[in-house]
């Protein structure tokens, strides 16, 4: 994989004069995925499951073979692939359709202290409804692993929902833990949720080899269209769950006072789904598995992050959140605080000089707070960002800490 042919294929990234590292937001989009859109809404428009004509079934055919695309690209098989606007809303969709329906009270939903808002607030939501009760993974504050997570498992355990990787701190598990706490799961009968929307983009991921019962992603974080999203389900997780919207397509027969229900995927995408989006995420994973090689995205993506880490450790008042170590052979975003500036000016400061990063609690207010913080920068990297740009990052970032030293001391 040739960094600059990569990015070229990106044509705003490729055109901007901006250093854009705020991937773990929102990832930009090839050139290969906008052509498939402008096909699909110019050539080949038309609504899905319903019409018997060529338009319809065009649309149908291209719908269905973005599910199977999808499914191929995580190891699932098609009927296992239920398209949503995103992560949040595979999880809400997950907490209406499952957790409301089969928790109770004292039942234990065990989730990690590093889950972003997506992956807490709705459990917090079943929590309330039902009287199951939230079990919270610590961080040790030092190593910014998760210690020794299997023994959160009782046989209370109905529920555990995890982040693979933080949107604050990258690599949380250490190696063995995910699968273990899986397996521990199960055994107690529990489901497993797995919230994979800091992976998907820098990694292969696996559901067969991963064993949970749900996997919930974004497709605008994988260089997809934004309102595209995968929840994958088991089809035995599926049997499980009510729908989650009622209305047209997932519905099997009506009558005015009672209704039954597809089985499989369409009875959890009510109404006109999200086709275009669906068709659009396919063309990035058909371009993803064309252009790209994963071992060479990891490889490239680490030695940005490694670059990113010594210069920010050079610097005096700057404090990485996260662990070094295993951001450097792991991870793809790092962040950090500086002693006396707020986060936020910090990132507006850049944004003045064309730099884009994330500033805030970054959806995780609760794990920025524990962490002893209230705001954090964030750099995100992804496949298509360059050593170079980590440079000019790095410059701006120590001038920006001088000239707001300078400003504080002329105050
Ligand atoms: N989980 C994690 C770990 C995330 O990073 C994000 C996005 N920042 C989400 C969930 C929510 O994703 P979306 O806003 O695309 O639904």
New binding site residues.
């Given amino acids: 994989m040739n960094q600059l042919t990569v990015r070229k294929d990106f044509p705003l990234i490729n055109r901007l004069p901006l250093v854009y590292l705020d991937n ?2 929102t990832a930009h989009k090839p050139q290969a995925m906008l052509d498939e859109l402008q096909r699909f809404y110019a050539d080949n428009y038309g609504t899905v499951h319903r019409g018997l004509y060529t338009l319809g079934e065009n649309a149908t055919s291209s719908y269905e073979q973005a599910r199977a695309t999808i499914a191929k690209f995580i190891n699932a098989s098609a009927e296992e692939i239920i398209f949503t606007k ?4 595979g999880i809400n969709l997950v907490a209406a359709a499952w957790g409301v329906v089969h928790l109770k009270a004292d039942d234990e939903i065990v989730l990690t202290q590093a889950e ?1 808002h ?2 807490l607030l709705p459990w917090q939501w079943v929590a309330q409804r039902t009287g199951a009760k939230l079990v919270l993974i610590p961080l040790d504050q030092k190593t910014f692993l998760l210690e020794n997570p299997s023994s959160f498992i009782s046989s209370r355990t109905k529920l555990v929902a995890v ?1 693979m990787n ?2 604050v701190l990258g690599p949380i598990w250490q190696a063995g833990d995910l699968a273990l706490l899986t397996r521990r799961a199960h055994e107690v009968g529990a489901r497993v949720l797995l ?1 994979a ?2 992976e998907v983009a820098h990694q292969p991921v696996d559901v067969q080899a991963l064993g949970a019962d749900f996997v919930v992603f ?1 497709g ?2 994988l260089f997809g269209p934004t309102g595209s ?1 995968i929840l994958y389900a088991t089809t035995a997780a599926q049997k499980m769950m009510e729908p989650y919207h009622r209305g047209g397509s997932m519905v099997y027969e009506a009558w005015f006072d009672r209704a039954t229900w597809q089985e499989g995927p369409q009875k959890f995408e009510a109404g006109t789904p999200l086709i275009a989006e669906a068709i659009g995420l396919a063309a990035s994973i058909n371009y993803l598995n064309q252009a790209i090689n994963w071992r060479a995205v990891h490889e490239h993506e680490t030695a940005l992050c490694r670059k990113l880490i010594e210069g920010l450790g050079r610097m005096p008042r700057v404090t990485i959140v996260g662990n070094p170590v295993i951001l450097k052979a792991h991870g793809h975003l790092v962040s950090f605080v500086v002693q006396g500036i707020h986060a936020h000016d910090i990132a507006s400061i850049l944004s003045s000089k064309g730099i884009a990063v994330r500033a805030g609690h970054l ?1 995780a207010q609760p794990l920025v707070r524990a962490l002893g913080h209230e705001s954090l920068v964030r750099v995100s990297v992804a496949l298509y960002n360059t050593l170079e740009e980590i440079d000019t990052f790095l410059h701006e970032l120590e001038c920006t800490i001088v000239l707001f030293n300078q400003l504080v001391e002329q105050s």
């Fill in positions: 773990a937001a995103g992560t949040t809303e972003h997506a992956n982040t933080s949107n919230d929307a800091q974004s605008h974080k999203g959806c």
